[in-house]
């Protein structure tokens, strides 16, 4: 629910709710209006104010706001589905630029997620019905596009950064060419904003997180096996069924039955001994 502000832009505007929303835009449109106006830097103090005192040297500029604003923005309730989600802004600014002939506006530093996803709607030069239908498509876009982000769950779990790194080196070695400029982060939703912004297609990204999950069952394999050596033996079909009756028997496999019967031998030393003494003694 927006705030309303009782200050001086406020009294200046009483038919409008001068929240800061508005007040964004308002910024925007006075500067594209009136350029020479010193209305001082984006959300610094006094700003409100400076608006306020512009408005006022014109009889009829309030009035004209005030149709302004009623012809150019849409309602709080069509855009609350627009979060504070990082790759959400980013993919919607991107999309939103590309509807409108990928004329970016030159923003202030200090104006950014939502808010300038927000600003950028409000201050799009066309009328409601237009403007509401191509928010709108991309609202569609967005869920459209999210809508595969299953693909990306193998990543949350206690291992992520680690798994991070595999994904970003498999990534780069694969599409050296869309990942060179990217930096190696270490949050899931930057790999994926990077995604985002890649040509790739759905099945090229599960091919691609196949990938990685394959380099990284193998590195984990390779992790597990240091120290280990593989020997082949050839046993009876006695010894075998023995082996195997006994990993049946302790949920456990060959080897670690193996490992276990050696090293209690080697800790006890109970049974070859006396396999061996009848052989000595003969």
């Given amino acids: 629910m927006s705030v309303q502000i009782n200050d001086k832009l406020q009294k200046t505007l009483n038919g409008l709710n001068a929240n800061s929303r508005f007040s964004t835009w308002l910024w925007f449109f006075i500067k594209s209006q009136s350029p020479q106006t010193n209305l001082g830097e984006f959300r610094s103090p006094g700003m409100r104010d400076r608006m306020a005192e512009a408005i006022n040297q014109d009889a009829h500029r309030a009035e004209f706001i005030e149709a302004q604003s009623a012809m150019f923005l849409l309602p709080e ?26 004329n970016y506006i030159t923003s202030p530093t200090n104006l950014t997620g939502r808010d300038l996803t927000i600003a950028i709607i409000d201050i799009w030069p066309i009328d409601q019905a237009q403007k509401s239908a191509l928010v709108n498509q991309t609202k569609w876009e967005w869920e459209s596009h999210t809508s595969s982000d299953h693909i990306f769950k193998w990543l949350d779990d206690p291992d992520e950064k680690e798994k991070l790194v595999t994904a970003w080196e498999i990534a780069k070695s694969k599409y050296p060419l869309l990942f060179f400029q990217q930096s190696q982060s270490q949050e899931k939703d930057d790999l994926i904003i990077s995604l985002d912004s890649s040509t790739l297609t759905t099945p090229e990204k599960i091919l691609l997180m196949d990938s990685i999950k394959k380099r990284w069952s193998q590195n984990k394999y390779r992790a597990k096996m240091t120290g280990k050596k593989q020997y082949n033996f050839i046993m009876s079909e006695k010894a075998i069924k023995r082996l195997d009756k006994l990993a049946e028997k302790h949920d456990l496999k060959r080897t670690q039955v193996l490992e276990i019967l050696l090293q209690m031998e080697e800790e006890k030393g109970a049974y070859i001994p006396k396999k061996l003494n009848p052989l000595i003694d003969i």
């Fill in 77 to 102: 309730q069509s855009l609350r589905w627009i979060t504070d989600d990082k790759r959400q802004n980013i993919f919607l600014i991107r999309k939103l630029a590309e509807k409108n002939g990928n």
